[in-house]
């Protein structure tokens, strides 16, 4: 009976931890910090000033969407002839490098087999001459001000990286996925702000990250998480990920629930993938501030803390019903009550029926049940890259 209260309480720990615990004690570091070092105020670059970038968007089969990205690049607040484009178009069968032609300035590179957006980033880097690389994906826009903000964040030579906001959005309020994996990002947001500030953000999303090109290096194809594992190199070498909300990106949400389980899966998979590859930033010792940011921000809830959230109910039912104490039963009722929160979520949503509160719970397991279906996904998608392109609402 021991063993079982030390491994449930160990469990618990790792779930509150994980979901809850390390975004308190960052924000109780970050605050500390705060007091002890006064932010320096950034110099602002004049327009003369402002160095030569590349906007690299790799895509597959994106006809409906040039024109849209094209006039969102042209709205952007930089030198246009300090802004040059690059389309690297991986596999299309569509009519994307026709419509692409519209735009003499643009330099494309196109691939006529589909290996993937790593292959197709591996293969147009080389190609770019300047020395900030902006990627950006064909179907997410960008505020104006975007390039100027990551610009401002490399003057900091300790910069390999910058991460910028991915906001997304809802067409109507019948578009529950957009709004649970929207709820998800602005959580997700608040941590990545608070890493940085405290070191480091741990990654980048690839609808807006920006690198040194002298920092990069290729990536196997068979990456599943490429943007992910792309701003975690930067920081194996010793250099730190910024992250600002000032450059943003916006996309719909994925059409329904069903899509969205796809791209999770997926995430989940890579996540995986990503912790045995950059296993050595785990070593506290060579990484001690970034060792523990990885894993409490990403190792643990790509891995072990979804085993826990769902070994915590067998493992609270025994000790209930072996009458361990009262603590145990407040906690069983408890995780009856979130678990039934969650199912009544399931049923609002599978009968139109939109209940924002029991959506949350619904959302949360959600999430982790797709890692366990990312573990599948990881072994009968070995040595492929390529995604299935999910719909967006």
Request: glycine share 6%; aromatic share 14%.
């Amino acid at each position: 009976m021991n063993t079982i209260k030390t491994t449930f309480w160990i469990f618990l720990f790792l779930t509150f931890y994980t979901y809850i615990g390390y975004g308190i004690i960052l924000y109780v570091i970050i605050r500390i910090k705060r007091i002890i070092i006064q932010k320096q105020k950034q110099i602002l670059q004049s327009e003369t000033d402002l160095p030569e970038v590349t906007m690299l968007i790799c895509a597959y089969n994106e006809q409906n969407i040039v024109k849209m990205k094209m006039e969102n690049i042209g709205a952007l607040d930089y030198p246009k002839d300090k802004l040059h484009i690059m389309w690297a178009t991986d596999g299309s069968t569509d009519s994307t490098n026709e419509y692409l032609k519209a735009y003499p300035s643009i330099q494309i590179t196109f691939h006529p087999e589909r290996r993937g957006k790593t292959a197709a980033m591996n293969r147009a880097i080389p190609k770019i001459q300047t020395g900030i690389i902006i990627m950006t994906d064909a179907n997410t826009m960008i505020n104006p001000g975007a390039i100027k903000e990551i610009v401002r964040l490399f003057n900091d030579p300790s910069v390999g990286c910058v991460a910028g906001e991915k906001r997304v959005m809802a067409r109507n309020n019948e578009h529950t996925a957009a709004k649970g994996e929207g709820l998800y990002w602005k959580y997700e947001s608040t941590l990545k702000r608070w890493d940085y500030e405290l070191y480091s953000a741990m990654g980048a999303a690839g609808e807006l990250c920006a690198i040194r090109k002298e920092l990069f290096d290729p990536i196997p194809e068979d990456t599943l998480l490429d943007d992910f594992i792309l701003s975690m190199g930067m920081t194996v070498k010793g250099y730190r990920i910024a992250y600002t909300p000032y450059a943003y990106a916006f996309e719909y949400g994925s059409a329904n629930i069903e899509e969205e389980s796809k791209r999770k899966r997926r995430i989940a998979a890579g996540g995986l993938q990503s912790i045995w590859r950059l296993k050595n930033l785990m070593n506290p010792i060579k990484y001690p501030i970034v060792a523990f940011q990885f894993i409490s921000h990403r190792v643990l809830r790509w891995s072990i803390t979804p085993i826990a959230l769902f070994t915590l109910i067998p493992l609270n039912t025994i000790l209930v019903f072996s009458k361990a104490g009262t603590i145990y039963t407040i906690i069983w009722v408890l995780q009856i009550m979130f678990y039934a929160a969650a199912f009544g979520g399931y049923l609002s949503d599978t009968q139109g029926r939109r209940n924002r509160i029991l959506y949350v719970p619904y959302y949360f397991m959600f999430m982790n049940i797709n890692v366990f279906h990312g573990i599948r996904y990881l072994f009968t998608h070995k040595n492929t890259g390529v995604w299935e392109k999910v719909r967006r609402g």
